[in-house]
């Protein structure tokens, strides 16, 4: 059974630092590994899509990288905004495709101006 | 192209009432899955359906829980005789008929059970 641990839970920084969130999986046989962001109280929005066969994806200041074969994730925000303070979440999707999502339990990410 | 759309937003029920949630998918998408999002917990898979069949419900409890996605009109959760516990807030998403793509997430609906 798939399980997904982020760590840390929470992260506090000042504006502008750069810094990493990292998550990891139990089982490596993944078809792709998704980042989202969540607002209090809003809905998922979609970060970044990395396929299984890819090492990263890069999108503004956001990076993510997938280690398959260790079932790691990290995503890399450069020059943290007060507006970058949101809950993220990983999720991975299983080998055949179109089966559901496991998610993480979240980093909450607070960035001080 | 509107996104998921999910209603209402907010739902209040007192225990012992049905609650019923809504989810559009995007135009074009005939994959629709639930998730709920228990306070202080990530999202948990509850079922997966296209357009009049439940392909994978292991998620979801066989009591008192529901789920439909008719040929025509939006996927409806089902929440029968609701209890204090069923509080959470209830997540659609939708993808396209291929494999391996993007999902895309409704705003989600909060249920509270008073």
């Known amino acids: 059974k798939q399980e997904v641990t982020q760590i840390p839970a929470a992260l506090s920084v000042p504006e502008g630092e750069n810094l990493v969130l990292n998550c990891s999986f139990t089982?490596?046989?993944?078809?792709?590994l998704q980042w989202f962001r969540q607002d209090p109280g809003k809905g998922l929005t979609s970060l970044l899509l990395?396929?299984?066969?890819?090492r990263e994806q890069t999108s503004g200041r956001l990076n993510a990288s997938l280690d398959k074969s260790s079932g790691r994730s990290t995503l890399y925000i450069a020059a943290s905004q007060p507006g970058d303070s949101a809950t993220y979440l990983c999720?991975?999707?299983?080998?055949?495709?179109?089966?559901?999502?496991?998610f993480g339990k979240g980093t909450r990410l607070s960035v001080i101006a | 192209n509107a996104g998921v759309m999910q209603n209402p937003r907010h739902l209040v029920r007192r225990r012992g009432q049905e609650a019923r949630l809504r989810c559009s998918p995007m135009?074009?998408?005939?994959?629709v899955y639930w998730y709920r999002q228990l306070p202080e917990e990530g999202l948990k898979f509850m079922v997966y359906?296209?357009?009049?069949?439940?392909?994978?419900e292991s998620g979801m409890p066989k009591e008192r829980f529901s789920a439909e996605f008719p040929k025509e009109g939006p996927s409806i959760l089902r929440i029968q005789q609701v209890v204090r516990g069923d509080s959470a807030a209830y997540f659609c998403?939708?993808?396209?008929?291929?494999?391996?793509?993007?999902?895309?997430f409704g705003q989600g609906t909060r249920l509270t059970v008073v």
């Open positions: 998403a939708s993808s396209p008929s291929s494999m391996n793509t993007e999902a895309f």
């Open positions: 089982d490596s046989a993944i078809y792709n």
């Open positions: 990395i396929q299984s066969s890819q």
């Open positions: 999720a991975v999707q299983g080998f055949s495709g179109n089966t559901p999502l496991v």
């Open positions: 135009k074009g998408h005939s994959h």
């Open positions: 359906l296209q357009k009049e069949n439940i392909i994978d």
